[in-house]
């Protein structure tokens, strides 16, 4: 059995279902040993053995939703993986012409290269060629053309706006704002689904969250307008359905604005007490399986990042720190991973919700509570993506932003250091204040992303429709404040 879900059990058992964002409604019947054992054959490349499991499982009758995923995911890490290694090295010299053999050799032997061995043969992923430079510093060196990496410019060095939302926030003025109008959009690809068949689409939608995103006004929708989630839906959703045209795309769109509020807390830790257990913070306090799991691999890195420190913001600042420095890279689709903080803990190599779910991991174990919030974040410039981050719970301050791939900021200016442990800038939207909770409506199929919810979701009565039967887009553009936003 996997450690991690081992340290977890019993609870996997009963919430498996309901934890992993499947799209279903109900865990019944419960998570039995064999699923257990599916699941280890999977994450350990041996699908041809985990398939005759769930071949023997399905005879006689329809199989499980649980065993069912389980049959998804490894198509989805086969598609994940797609490079054997003469493919691995042709995309690399793309960017290294001259590249040697040694250095090849080096490289992979140092486990630069993620690779996974499916069946006895080793895959590599599609995006390993790309995070091979920016995991390696001897790499980036051979490029014959170098290229920036696209990272949001707010993370890059301390700047003009991280200053204003300082100083915002500690005057008795607005805070610092940016008012955009956003539009998303799903296009499913032409034949995806037969002619006539309805396509339901739900589109991430945010919902108002008082002094962070505010004045939110649904301006229209294609092909019409949206069934908005209540805003109490923890991942909300604009709601669309479309008949498929034989050889047309079918296209889904949401566009709405509103008001983002960059904010800032500067922290005196000689006033921050342990916090306790109140009814509201105990969910922020507690394992969830099976991406928040106190395995013995996260209580060891705790104590040697924690040390004899009791104070809790200054363990805060140390786990912050040292999550930190697990260098960037891009990630494999969530859905294929059993628990993406133990994933990072792991590979020595993160992208933003891996970061994000093994900081809140290690801050719940030390008894700070912590919890999930992602969307989309843009500049004033060019730049667009997606992005995770979270918040934790300081006494007497209460809840506070934390955005550990920003992480401390380059800079002279030591205010700005640790800008995004306590503070936020006003370039970012949050469609979802936790992860893999249920839409609604309920999606029938299983979720494309069990986790987050930031390119939308497709089905139709035959199935989901996965990354590759659809593409997506965001478009924003920063609109005049209203006058009482202005300074």
Same mark, same amino acid.
Not at 32 to 51: I, P, S, Y
Not at 149 to 160: K, M, T, Y
Not at 324 to 350: C, M, Q
């Given at each position: 059995?996997?450690?991690?879900?081992?340290? *977890?059990?019993?609870?996997?058992?009963? *919430?498996?279902?309901?934890?992993?964002?499947?799209?279903?409604? *109900?865990?019944?019947?419960?998570?039995?040993?064999?699923?257990?054992?599916?699941?280890?054959?999977?994450?350990?490349? &041996?699908?041809? +053995? *985990?398939?005759?499991?769930?071949?023997?499982?399905?005879?006689?009758?329809?199989? $499980?939703?649980?065993?069912?995923?389980?049959?998804?995911?490894?198509?989805?890490?086969?598609?994940?993986?797609?490079?054997?290694?003469?493919?691995?090295?042709?995309?690399?010299?793309?960017?290294?012409?001259?590249?040697?053999?040694?250095?090849?050799?080096?490289?992979?032997?140092?486990?630069?290269?993620?690779?996974?061995?499916?069946?006895?043969?080793?895959?590599?992923?599609?995006?390993?060629?790309?995070?091979?430079?920016?995991?390696?510093?001897?790499?980036?060196?051979?490029?014959?053309?170098?290229?920036?990496?696209?990272?949001?410019?707010?993370?890059?060095? +301390?700047?003009?706006?991280?200053?204003?939302?300082?100083?915002?926030?500690?005057?008795?003025?607005?805070?610092?704002? &940016?008012?955009?109008?956003? $539009?998303? @959009?799903?296009?499913?690809?032409?034949?995806?689904?037969?002619?006539?068949?309805?396509?339901?689409?739900?589109?991430?939608?945010?919902?108002?969250?008082?002094?962070?995103?505010?004045?939110?006004?649904?301006?229209?929708?294609?092909?019409?307008?949206?069934?908005?989630?209540?805003?109490?839906?923890?991942?909300?959703?604009?709601?669309?359905?479309?008949?498929?045209?034989?050889?047309?795309?079918?296209?889904? @769109?949401?566009?709405?604005?509103? #008001?983002?509020?960059?904010?800032?807390?500067?922290?005196?830790?000689?006033?921050?007490?342990?916090?306790?257990?109140?009814?509201?913070?105990?969910?922020?306090?507690?394992? &969830?399986?099976?991406?928040?799991?106190?395995?013995?691999?996260?209580?060891?890195?705790?104590? +040697?990042?924690?040390?004899?420190? $009791?104070?809790?913001?200054?363990?805060?600042? &140390? /786990?912050?720190?040292?999550?930190?420095?697990? %260098?960037?890279?891009?990630?494999?689709?969530?859905? #294929?991973?059993?628990?993406?903080?133990?994933?990072?803990?792991?590979?020595?190599?993160?992208?933003?919700?891996?970061?994000?779910? /093994?900081?809140?991991?290690?801050?719940?174990?030390?008894?700070?509570?912590?919890?999930?919030?992602?969307?989309?974040?843009?500049?004033?410039?060019?730049?667009?993506?997606?992005?995770?981050?979270?918040?934790?719970?300081?006494?007497?301050?209460?809840?506070?932003?934390?955005?550990? #791939?920003?992480?401390?900021? %380059?800079?002279?200016?030591?205010?700005?250091?640790?800008?995004?442990?306590?503070?936020?800038?006003?370039?970012?939207?949050?469609?979802? =204040? =936790?992860?893999?909770?249920?839409?609604?409506?309920?999606?029938?199929?299983?979720?494309?992303? $069990?986790?987050?919810?930031?390119?939308?979701?497709?089905?139709?009565?035959?199935?989901?429709?996965?990354?590759?039967?659809?593409?997506?887009?965001? =478009?924003?553009?920063?609109?005049?404040?209203?006058?009482? +936003?202005?300074?």
């Amino acid at each position: 059995m996997h450690a991690a879900r081992r340290a *977890a059990y019993p609870l996997l058992a009963s *919430a498996l279902l309901l934890v992993t964002g499947l799209g279903l409604r *109900a865990a019944s019947p419960p998570a039995t040993a064999l699923l257990e054992d599916v699941m280890d054959l999977v994450d350990g490349g &041996r699908f041809a +053995q *985990a398939e005759r499991l769930i071949a023997q499982a399905g005879e006689g009758g329809s199989l $499980t939703d649980e065993l069912a995923f389980q049959r998804e995911r490894m198509r989805r890490i086969r598609l994940d993986f797609s490079l054997d290694e003469s493919g691995l090295r042709a995309a690399v010299r793309r960017q290294i012409p001259d590249l040697r053999e040694d250095e090849f050799r080096r490289w992979r032997r140092a486990g630069l290269f993620d690779a996974m061995a499916i069946d006895g043969e080793i895959r590599y992923f599609g995006r390993a060629p790309h995070n091979l430079f920016r995991l390696s510093e001897e790499a980036r060196a051979r490029r014959a053309q170098p290229r920036p990496f696209h990272d949001s410019p707010l993370e890059l060095a +301390q700047g003009p706006h991280h200053a204003e939302v300082r100083d915002r926030a500690a005057s008795a003025g607005p805070a610092a704002a &940016r008012r955009v109008r956003i $539009t998303q @959009s799903l296009t499913v690809e032409p034949d995806a689904v037969p002619a006539g068949e309805t396509i339901r689409a739900w589109l991430p939608y945010p919902r108002a969250i008082a002094g962070q995103q505010e004045d939110i006004r649904l301006l229209g929708g294609e092909p019409g307008m949206p069934r908005l989630a209540p805003a109490s839906a923890l991942q909300r959703t604009a709601y669309f359905e479309q008949p498929a045209r034989a050889g047309q795309a079918t296209r889904f @769109s949401v566009s709405y604005e509103l #008001t983002i509020l960059g904010r800032h807390v500067q922290v005196d830790p000689a006033r921050v007490v342990p916090v306790e257990a109140s009814p509201g913070l105990a969910p922020f306090l507690s394992e &969830r399986v099976p991406h928040v799991v106190f395995s013995d691999a996260m209580r060891l890195f705790s104590a +040697q990042v924690v040390g004899d420190e $009791t104070n809790p913001y200054r363990i805060a600042r &140390r /786990l912050f720190d040292a999550v930190d420095r697990i %260098p960037w890279a891009g990630a494999r689709e969530y859905s #294929t991973i059993a628990n993406l903080g133990e994933h990072a803990l792991r590979a020595g190599r993160a992208d933003c919700g891996q970061q994000t779910l /093994l900081l809140i991991t290690l801050l719940r174990l030390n008894g700070i509570p912590a919890r999930w919030q992602s969307g989309w974040i843009f500049s004033d410039g060019d730049y667009n993506n997606m992005h995770d981050w979270g918040w934790l719970y300081l006494a007497p301050y209460g809840w506070l932003p934390m955005d550990v #791939t920003f992480g401390r900021l %380059p800079g002279d200016d030591p205010t700005l250091e640790h800008f995004y442990l306590g503070g936020m800038d006003a370039y970012r939207v949050a469609f979802n =204040d =936790d992860y893999g909770r249920e839409f609604v409506p309920a999606k029938t199929h299983f979720r494309s992303e $069990t986790v987050d919810l930031q390119r939308g979701e497709a089905e139709w009565a035959g199935g989901n429709l996965y990354f590759d039967q659809w593409d997506y887009d965001f =478009d924003w553009e920063l609109l005049p404040l209203p006058e009482d +936003q202005r300074s």
